[in-house]
């Protein structure tokens, strides 16, 4: 098993995470030339759209808020306490640099991916699904790897990810008072439950509510401490720019560390351009599908640009190396400590457990989607919503190296997937934007229609009935 456990972690860090990575990356910087830099040049238009924009709001409707806070609690996890923490002490404060500037190109990719979604979503009752799987079967008409797709997000997010979720709260509250693992998780997996057998509305309700008020509560702490230590922020600043472009990294031949360990937090982070958003894009009900692009877009600003700096400021202010042999969360809470003393420490188990927790739902969602994807009867969603909730029980118990290795094994596959998906695509992305572009600039509020734009067929949600 260690010798399965070793070649997986090769395979993944020195072969396929490379692919992956230069992958995203040029799929991002694509989207940008390729749109003009869309995610850069309306910035108070995404807001607006975000907080739902002149749309009209029925009843049993997802919002474009609440489709943007079920993507965002997937992205916001402990990766962005965690992860953000162990750039900094494997790559150095320049990782937070190419963190920042792989999230500009990448929300780029989460533009062009949940456009599409929209473009190809299908409509259940009142509400909508869609999703890589979707328009790689609609619009490509490739069955077997719209299947593929859709297996390795299911194995990915719906069960390793979500094991992971409960196993760094169970671990955080076993630290900080003393609750066991099993304790922590028979409650996690109950509450999970209650949740997530409620269906997407509910899932959206949560979300809708939790998300923003944590996330502007971990924001606020942060500019707490940043006040307390204003005259350190030019250093701070000033450390991530000059250990983003070391001359002393570039003799030692470590400076492409510091790249590759900032780019590949920014992306796993924000997961721009890896086919999981597009997944709760598609379910926003809206008048034309490139306000959802733009939303999703915002999204990976806050991830990164935001929440994922927050973690990155508490660490380099409360100087992380008078911290040897600490990484990870470990070194946050250390960080956090030694700033708002022993409140620090419950503020960041707070923290974990419900960022954590939003994941769970989050994750949960996309592999919901998938499930109806591959299959629509009642048994199998049934089947499917007690293993997730059996899996987030075992994660608190686990030992999850081997899970870590297999999901980002599978979450590779589905990467690459979905950027073959949307290289072949990205006409119909660029169509979108056009005819969209094409309408607020004659002062009207976008409404698409397929029939008016040649190169996209097969849009079969947007004929259904009369768009809002």
Not at 41 to 63: A, D, F, Q, T, Y
Not at 72 to 99: D, E, H, K, Q
Not at 114 to 142: C, D, E, M, W
Request: overall charge positive.
């Amino acid at each position: 098993m260690d010798l399965f456990y070793k070649y997986l972690s090769f395979l993944n860090d020195q072969c396929l995470g490379y692919v992956l990575v230069a992958g995203l990356i040029l799929c991002g910087v694509y989207f940008t030339l390729a749109t003009r830099g869309v995610q850069f040049v309306h910035p108070k238009e995404m807001l607006r759209l975000m907080l739902g924009g002149n749309e009209k709001r029925e009843k049993g409707h997802i919002s474009p808020f609440q489709a943007f806070a079920i993507s965002t609690a997937s992205r916001v996890g402990t990766g962005n306490i965690a992860g953000v923490a162990l750039a900094i002490t494997v790559g150095g404060p320049g990782a937070i640099f190419w963190m920042w500037l792989i999230a500009m190109f990448g929300a780029a990719s989460a533009f062009a991916e949940s456009t599409l979604a929209q473009i190809y979503k299908v409509k259940t009752g009142k509400n909508f699904r869609g999703g890589p799987a979707y328009y790689i079967r609609t619009a490509l008409h490739n069955k077997p790897l719209s299947v593929a797709f859709a297996l390795s997000l299911i194995l990915t997010f719906g069960f390793v990810f979500n094991s992971v979720q409960a196993n760094t709260i169970a671990q955080a509250f076993q630290t900080t008072f003393q609750v066991s693992p099993l304790t922590t998780g028979l409650v996690l997996a109950v509450v999970a439950a209650v949740i997530i057998f409620g269906g997407l509305k509910r899932i959206a309700n949560f979300s809708a509510i939790v998300v923003p008020a944590f996330a502007l509560a971990y924001i606020a702490i942060t500019l707490v401490i940043m006040l307390f230590n204003i005259t350190k922020m030019p250093h701070v600043l000033g450390l991530i720019m000059s250990d983003a472009f070391s001359w002393n990294k570039l003799m030692a031949g470590t400076l492409g560390a510091t790249v590759m360990i900032g780019a590949r937090r920014g992306l796993f982070s924000n997961e721009a351009g890896m086919g999981s958003a597009p997944n709760a894009a598609a379910t926003a009900h809206t008048s034309h599908p490139v306000k959802q692009g733009y939303v999703q877009a915002f999204s990976v600003f806050v991830d990164t640009l935001i929440i994922c700096s927050c973690t990155a400021f508490i660490v380099l202010l409360a100087d992380y190396t008078k911290f040897p042999g600490l990484e990870g969360i470990a070194l946050t809470q250390a960080a956090l400590t030694t700033q708002l003393g022993s409140f620090g420490n419950y503020f960041l188990t707070a923290s974990v457990l419900l960022f954590a927790f939003t994941s769970i739902i989050g994750n949960y969602y996309y592999g919901q989607a998938n499930v109806e994807f591959l299959s629509r009867r009642p048994w199998v969603m049934m089947v499917f919503r007690i293993a997730v909730s059996v899996m987030i029980l075992l994660g608190a118990l686990m030992q999850l190296k081997l899970a870590w290795a297999l999901a980002d094994l599978f979450m590779t596959i589905m990467a690459l997937i979905n950027l073959y998906a949307l290289l072949r695509l990205r006409k119909v992305v660029l169509a979108a934007l056009v005819d969209y572009r094409r309408q607020k600039k004659r002062g009207k509020n976008p409404s698409f229609g397929p029939y008016n734009v040649r190169r996209i067929k097969h849009a079969e949600a947007w004929l259904q009935e009369p768009e809002i």
